[in-house]
T-cell receptor, first 112, second 113 residues
């Protein structure tokens, strides 16, 4: 079993829809949770970063962490075609790049 | 403020050869981490350099080695290339070994034939 599980998709939704992306994990020591967006032939770009449990909102994006269920989510409101990309969840027991575990990514396509 | 740049963009090598990939960190960042991303997978940590010294290594063999220079640019060297080394190699810079805010370059796509 992988430490971080993420549905690879692809996920296709119409423009304007609310998108829900999710990851589950097995290591209860994870404290730092991140979401990255990766466009084709580009490097990942940090979207959201959350420490411990709770919600964090930034514009159209909301990140949720439920440590009791070992489950994290990223919601995208009013989705746009420019949101079409692969979304990677990532998590770490502490603030160190050397300990970050990435999910395998979910491919998202927003239909105009 | 300049971003993270990597060179070359694409590279084709044959099995057994050696390759050097280069990374220029974001201005002000003193830490660089290298990742390997196979097709359809998330990035896997190779190693990290902080102030010119290796500061952590993932599950990669010694034929993967690196350097960080005084200007915080970095190199990834891979010896005795194998077919499974074909992947996107990403470098990410950050400040003071921090992992919660990594800035990635666009990567080098390496193909080993």
């Amino acid at each position: 079993q992988k430490e971080v599980e993420q549905d690879p998709g692809p996920l296709s939704v119409p423009e304007g829809a609310i998108v829900s992306l999710n990851c589950t994990y097995s290591n209860s020591a994870f404290q730092y949770f991140m979401w990255y967006r990766q466009y084709s032939r580009k490097g990942p770009e940090l979207l959201m970063y959350t420490y411990s449990s709770g919600n964090k909102e930034d514009g159209r994006f909301t990140a949720q962490v439920d440590k009791s269920s070992k489950y994290i989510s990223l919601f995208i409101r009013d989705s746009q075609p420019s949101d079409s990309a692969t979304y990677l969840c990532a998590m770490s027991p502490y603030s160190s790049a050397s300990k970050i575990i990435f999910g395998s990514g979910t491919r998202l396509s927003i239909r105009p | 403020e300049t971003g993270v740049t990597q060179s070359p963009t694409h590279l084709i090598k044959t099995r057994g050869q050696q390759v050097t990939l280069r990374c220029s960190s974001q201005s002000g960042h003193n830490t660089v981490s290298w990742y390997q991303q196979a097709l359809g997978q998330g990035p896997q940590f190779i190693f990290q350099y902080y102030r010119e010294e290796e500061n952590g290594r993932g599950n990669f063999p010694p034929r993967f080695s690196g350097l960080q220079f005084p200007n915080y640019s970095s190199e990834l060297n891979v010896n005795a290339l194998e077919l499974d080394d074909s992947a996107l190699y990403l470098c990410a810079s950050s400040q003071d070994r921090g992992g919660e805010k990594l800035f990635f370059g666009s990567g080098t796509q390496l193909s080993v034939l």
